[in-house]
């Protein structure tokens, strides 16, 4: 990083199915919070990034960025930004050039999504705009489906039986119960999972992140100092379309994110203390986890069975609840996994990792098409 | 979702994507369909095919259970219907049980002899088709022309209608118009032709012009066509079109009007030797005609 950008703190909604919310509703709540949470003016913000997918399709709401501009008194300059599920991650990346590059010193970066204002299938049509309109949507594939795809060949390559799978969600489930921020805050067997109903073989309705409404806001500065800084911000793409790509089951897009990520920061990949990644469905996570090197290739769920990544393992992962268990607004998520890394470390976490000092946060657009990777560390 | 222009753009696009065999890498029950694809589940395949691009399609309903690695064929099915009633027909693919064996191997090609008119085309490859004896075929052209006296090349004459519908159901994989004055006509070659003289093991001969030629490099591939361009002796383009003018009279097969018109296509096909270069594999110039057989048969036999 060119400059030292500090993250100041930030505040979030409730993850769920927010009918009493309107979009609207739910970025004025997370602003509002994260200005009562950090200990800035409204006016000291230069800047507004925001990061949303389906905005117009869902809430009726474009040019979210001047709608979030205008919620401060001074009517900030303000963009907004799309990257499908990594929109959220592309918001605090934004924010992160600018401040490099001086053009802003105070930034409030924002995520939102409103999805349960429409019917399930039109969600599922929007959510489909991630994928390749021209080669994947054509033959009605959805993202579950897509998804499905990769944990087929998966388990056809590693031999990974349904049971381990089921694994993942259930860890996920455990960490949210603690999170008040979370849509579902209760355990789930990995037999339930197991049990629970198909979506798209061999991918079950407990394999997949919901459909949520939330939004969640940081703030970063380079002008303002705080305890936590950002020291590494990088953006990887892939191809959009699975069909142009190598391999089923791993991603380019993390594998260069992470890597640059590292070099950007000069760490190790293991003095990362814990890991708010990207588990939109449970097969994610695995494939994650091989991209980072934690794991050789098809031996991810190991960590899973040998209980390492709860927040007292080795490799902590999604103590918030993740995707799966904290809810998936498309937007708000990687803006959440930010401010989720900040609460770790400044010890104010739910699930409250011992001496937490560096984390990361992991955030994908469509099948990883997209990849963000932000390192944060503690001063 | 109902977006006509993206229907007929995809449309193009399935065009394009000749249907082919594949194998399945990966396979999905879409159990919740999205907008406009109905209630029911349906298998979303992703499909290597036989050219090494993959698709993702949907899979018919057989009653051979899907597989990683099982082969499927191409079928045209109804897809989803619009809201206004209309269908959408997609490709489709079913699983066969059989492994299936490809058509061609990639060691076929077919030696394509191009030139202007009355360039020797057609005495060169009646020369060849001797010459190879039993390894060789020519493709028939199949045209709208009325059979006439002197033809010397294998025609098929079809009705205006019948050669659209073969251009409209893809049997027709080539093919051209020559509007003219006198008469208005259409020529195109068909994949079975081409097909089933490879499977004879023998080797086809197109007798052709340049938009032939191109059809037949866009369906086939470049590399599955040996293409040898024929010039008339001559040291510059004038004195080549000379050249050409005293053979058409000599051959005595054409009207004068005819000829004028044979001679600006020859025109423009000598022209097409330097603007479409990449077309040919090699140029001939038909000086002697033994020695341009020799050459042509040379190149054929040991496929430079």
């Given amino acids: ?379 | 979702m109902d977006r006509i222009p993206s229907l007929h753009r995809r449309i193009k696009t399935l065009q394009k994507t000749a249907m082919q065999f594949g194998t399945i890498l990966s396979f999905t029950t879409v159990r919740h369909p999205p907008a406009g694809f109905g209630t029911e589940p349906y298998v979303v395949a992703l499909i290597r095919l036989q050219n090494g691009t993959k698709t993702l399609a949907q899979l018919t309903r057989g009653s051979i259970t899907p597989a990683i690695g099982a082969t499927v064929v191409p079928h045209m099915r109804k897809i989803r219907t619009m809201r206004n009633g209309l269908f959408v027909n997609d490709l489709k693919y079913e699983v066969v049980a059989k492994k299936i064996e490809p058509i061609f191997t990639v060691t076929a090609y077919v030696l394509a002899v191009s030139g202007p008119s009355g360039v020797g085309k057609t005495t060169i490859a009646r020369s060849l088709m001797s010459l190879f004896s039993s390894y060789a075929e020519q493709v028939p052209i199949v045209t709208t022309r009325k059979a006439k006296k002197g033809d010397s090349e294998p025609y098929c004459h079809v009705s205006e209608e019948k050669f659209e519908a073969m251009v409209q159901n893809g049997e027709i994989i080539s093919q051209t118009g020559m509007p003219s004055a006198s008469e208005q006509r259409r020529y195109g070659y068909r994949r079975n032709d081409i097909d089933a003289i490879w499977r004879k093991g023998k080797l086809p001969i197109v007798v052709t012009e340049l938009n032939l030629l191109t059809g037949l490099v866009n369906a086939l591939g470049r590399r599955a066509v040996l293409s040898c361009g024929l010039l008339p002796p001559g040291h510059s383009r004038r004195s080549m079109l000379s050249s050409l003018l005293h053979r058409l009279r000599v051959r005595g097969r054409d009207t004068e009007e005819q000829i004028e018109e044979r001679l600006k296509i020859a025109e423009a096909d000598l022209r097409a030797f330097d603007d479409h270069a990449h077309l040919f594999d090699h140029l001939i110039v038909n000086d002697h005609l033994e020695t341009c057989i020799e050459a042509v048969h040379e190149i054929a036999v040991t496929r430079r």
């Fill in chain 1, 1 to 379: 990083m060119r400059e030292t950008v500090y993250v100041l703190g930030g505040g979030q909604t409730r993850f769920g199915e927010l009918w009493g919310k309107s979009l609207s509703d739910l970025i004025r709540e997370a602003v509002d919070a994260a200005i009562m949470n950090t200990n800035i003016l409204p006016t000291d913000i230069d800047m507004v990034i925001i990061g949303n997918m389906v905005g117009g399709e869902t809430a009726e709401q474009a040019h979210l960025g001047t709608f979030a501009s205008s919620l401060l008194p001074h009517h900030p300059p303000a963009l907004r930004v799309e990257a499908a599920c990594a929109s959220g991650g592309l918001a605090i990346h934004t924010a992160c050039a600018f401040l490099e590059s001086g053009k802003a010193e105070t930034i409030l970066v924002i995520g939102a999504e409103k999805l349960t204002d429409v019917a399930g299938e039109t969600v599922t049509s929007a959510l489909m705009h991630a994928g390749d309109a021209e080669k994947d949507g054509p033959s009605g594939l959805t993202f579950p489906s897509i998804f499905a795809l990769t944990a087929a060949a998966y388990m056809h390559k590693y031999g990974l039986t349904r049971e381990d799978l089921s694994l993942v969600s259930e860890c996920s489930h455990r960490a949210a119960i603690k999170n008040p921020y979370a849509q579902f805050r209760k355990e789930i067997s990995a037999a339930a999972i197991s049990k629970s109903p198909l979506v798209a073989d061999p991918l079950r309705l407990l394999d997949c992140s919901p459909i949520s409404d939330g939004a969640a806001a940081v703030i970063l500065s380079t002008r303002k100092e705080s305890s936590v800084h950002i020291a590494a911000s990088q953006l990887a793409n892939e191809s959009l379309s699975l069909i142009d790509r190598e391999s089923l089951t791993s991603f380019v897009s993390t594998r260069t994110a992470f890597s640059s990520a590292l070099k950007e920061a000069n760490w190790n990949k293991n003095d990362i203390d814990a890991v708010e990644l990207h588990d939109c469905f449970s097969i994610a996570s695995l494939i994650h986890l091989e991209d980072f090197g934690f794991a050789q290739e098809g031996e991810a769920i190991r960590l899973f069975r040998d209980d390492e990544t709860e927040a007292t393992g080795s490799l902590p992962i999604n103590c918030s609840g993740g995707l799966k268990a904290c809810g998936h607004p498309i937007g708000a998520t990687g803006v959440k996994q930010v401010l989720d890394c900040w609460k770790q470390l400044t010890m104010q976490a739910p699930n409250q990792v011992v001496n937490a000092k560096r984390m990361m946060a992991h955030n994908l657009g469509g099948v990883g098409a997209t990849c963000t990777v932000h390192l944060l560390e503690s001063i």
